[in-house]
């Protein structure tokens, strides 16, 4: 596997399942992102974390939690979602928090 | 703190002609200049970056940017169009010690 892989790539969930959204990057960088993009909207950022270390949390419901286990893994878990969750997740990481992103191909997330 | 704004949210061209996506950003630094381009359901592409030296930056797929500080743009130029250019194209700005921050994008549609 090269670069940054997402799994699954589609999930649909009822409101109160939980789930986890899986991404894993060989790339050696430090920093991972998770981003939120829905239709006719801006692409959100979610999540930061840099050697491991949340260092941003852009107002996310607590519906959403992110875990880092090491520089190379990150996961979304999710639970008790609503209809409005439902969305493209994509996932990124970069050498450092400053430069260019890689991302991966995103999980389709739909909130039923 | 920085910003980028991405001028026109569709843009249509005939294949063959000049493709110009225009990115205008806002910045108190320094900025780290990058365009990336998402084809559907799929996650983000690299085209290109400028952090320092030459001003006129190549990138994948035939396309480069220039920075131009006087008018604190960074548009992105294709010659000629072709059908596979159809996707999302988004600007996003750095300051060199913070994550990017992505413009609302632009839809690129070449018309045959």
């Known amino acids: 596997e090269t670069g940054v892989t997402q799994t699954p790539r589609h999930l649909v969930m009822g409101m109160t399942n939980k789930k986890s959204l899986k991404c894993e990057q060989h790339?050696?960088?430090?920093?991972m992102y998770w981003y939120k993009q829905s239709a006719k909207k801006p692409l959100e950022l979610m999540f930061v974390?840099?050697?491991?270390?949340?260092?941003e949390n852009n107002s996310v419901p607590s519906r959403f939690s992110p875990e880092c286990p090491n520089s190379s893994h990150l996961f979304l878990h999710l639970h008790t979602l609503q209809p409005e969750d439902s969305a493209l997740y994509l996932c990124?990481?970069?050498?450092?928090?400053?430069?260019?992103?890689?991302f991966g191909p995103g999980t389709r997330l739909t909130v039923t | 703190a920085q910003s980028v704004t991405q001028l026109g949210s569709h843009v249509s061209v005939s294949e063959g002609a000049l493709v110009l996506l225009r990115c205008n950003y806002s910045?108190?630094?320094?900025?780290?200049l990058f365009w990336y381009v998402q084809y559907p359901n799929q996650g983000l592409q690299l085209l290109l970056k400028y952090t320092t030296g030459a001003t006129l930056v190549k990138g994948i797929n035939g396309f480069e940017a220039e920075f131009k500080k006087s008018e604190t743009s960074f548009h992105l130029t294709k010659p000629s169009a072709h059908m596979s250019d159809a996707a999302e194209y988004f600007c996003?700005?750095?300051?060199?010690?913070?994550?990017?921050?992505f413009g609302k994008g632009t839809r690129l549609s070449v018309i045959a």
């Open positions: 910045s108190s630094v320094p900025p780290y």
């Open positions: 996003a700005v750095s300051d060199g010690n913070t994550p990017l921050v």
């Open positions: 974390y840099n050697f491991k270390e949340q260092t």
């Open positions: 790339l050696g960088h430090n920093a």
């Open positions: 990124a990481s970069s050498q450092d928090k400053a430069y260019e992103q890689y």
